[in-house]
């Protein structure tokens, strides 16, 4: 009689025990979205972290400038940053006779100067294109660009002053890029004349001619596209050959800073291929490229090549191509501090009207990350982009070109994807939905905005989305839920301060009744 009431009194304590932990136990709700960091406990400063640069394109969202008018029509051919972030773009103004237009922007993309270049040297002829520039740590502008009777070299100071120009080259010769080496002199890549791929290399100081390298390793049409320099000052071009209309194969060779080409492959993939863009990694040790490819399967197309290449031998890592429509070409490639790839150009849709894209590789493995494209209602085109990153995890990404949905005719345009604060989302789309572009955290709770958006799905604006008295951060820290006032931390620690007790006192109570039934069985025995 004794023993069955001790089982039913135990038998009581347990069904108790057990009540108490489901009252006690906070509800748990499965988030959806993928979470930037796993739901353990930690501190508030250590819940926020540095999103991925432009991690999605639901909030990718540009401010939009444009230069030009119904007697203004013009185009953006390239761009670059300076020391205080403004942004430098190099165009022509179309007219009877085009004139060169160089531009400077805010980072904000208020216009701080215009000019107009004309060549007034009748060796250079009467109209100008300002095709490329490039700005040194002084802010001054290295620009080349194409005349009637060849090609430019122009030094402008950073108030718009021209401080030299400088003709090279043949007629019918158009520059296709231009950067700094490592010693801050102007290195171009163009088409000279009619069949050449021209590198070139000039003193900053004047714009003397220091050496050329006419590239030409075949008896058909050769065009230099794009360099990248290394910091030992080496070169590595990109050009293509015109085998014939139906056959075109793209070179990248390594050249050393005094001109000798020190190694070069030939990539005949497709039928038709050309290499616009070119860079390398931090490392010095992998080269990307993009550019467009003709395939000549069922649709016939023309896509967006992009691959990576050891830079010390050419040896292809991967490849891959990317189309959204009828005509793709890549114009320009960015590698980012996260290790993706941006690459940005223009995609003619089936029968519709230009538009400027912007898809984003793994530098890793090449897969496709994601895809973003804007237009308006006629042709917008881009032709060039710049990235400009922080340490502290901003960055300004600008795209430049061509829209005729402004005017006809055309004018020069400026895309402007500024994230300030590093969070994940542009200036743009924050100041549309009120966050603060200066800060990752509007409402301070200890969550980046990005984080609330698109893994937490709390109000970046309301520190305590469910109005439970717990800020968004903590519970996320807690691993309770931000949007549920039933589930708190408070709870949480009522649970595991009377829980714990409670199972230790178990297991120390299951200890002692082994125990003891060992010592009876011992003594029944003796």
Known sequence: MQKKKCTETKNSFMRFLFLLIILLAPPVRFLGGTATQPLERKTTSEVAQQEPLFPSTE???????????????????????????????????????????LLKYSPAGELLWELLYQPNDSSLGEQAWISCVAIDSEDNIFCVGEVSTGMFLMKVTADSDILWVRPFGAPYSYPWEILLSPDGCPVVVARSGIGTALLAKFSPTDGTLL????????PFYEEGYALTIDEKGSIYLSSSTYISLEQMTMTICKVSATGDILW????????????????????????????????????????????????????VVWRTTWGAGLFDEGFDIHLTPDGSLLVTGRTEHYGKAWECFICKFSATTGELLWEYTWGKEKNDECYASALQTQEAGGATFCLVGRSSSFNVSGVALLLIFSDSDGDGLTDAWEEQHGTNALSKDSDSDGLSDYEELACYFTDPLNSDSDGDGWSDGKEVAWGTDPLRAQSTPYR????????????????YG?????????????????
């Open 59 to 101: 909030f990718l969202l540009p401010k939009v400038v444009h230069w030009g008018g119904e007697n203004n029509i013009s185009t953006a051919w390239d761009l670059g940053f300076d020391s205080k972030q403004n942004i430098i773009v190099g165009g022509v103004k179309h007219e009877y006779w085009s004139k060169g237009l």
């Open 211 to 218: 050496w050329n390298l006419s590239y030409n390793p075949t």
């Open 264 to 315: 070069e492959q030939t990539f005949a993939w497709y039928d038709l291929i050309k290499g616009y863009g070119l860079i390398m990694d931090s490392t010095g040790n992998y080269l990307y490229f993009a550019g467009k490819a003709f395939l000549t399967g069922e649709g016939r197309t023309w896509d967006v090549l992009v691959g990576k290449l050891e830079a010390t031998t050419g040896k």
């Open 492 to 507: 949480r620690k009522m649970f595991i301060a009377i829980t714990v007790p409670l199972t230790l006192l178990l297991i």
């Open 510 to 526: 299951a200890i002692v009744a082994a125990t003891v039934k060992r010592l009876k069985d011992r003594t029944r025995l003796t």
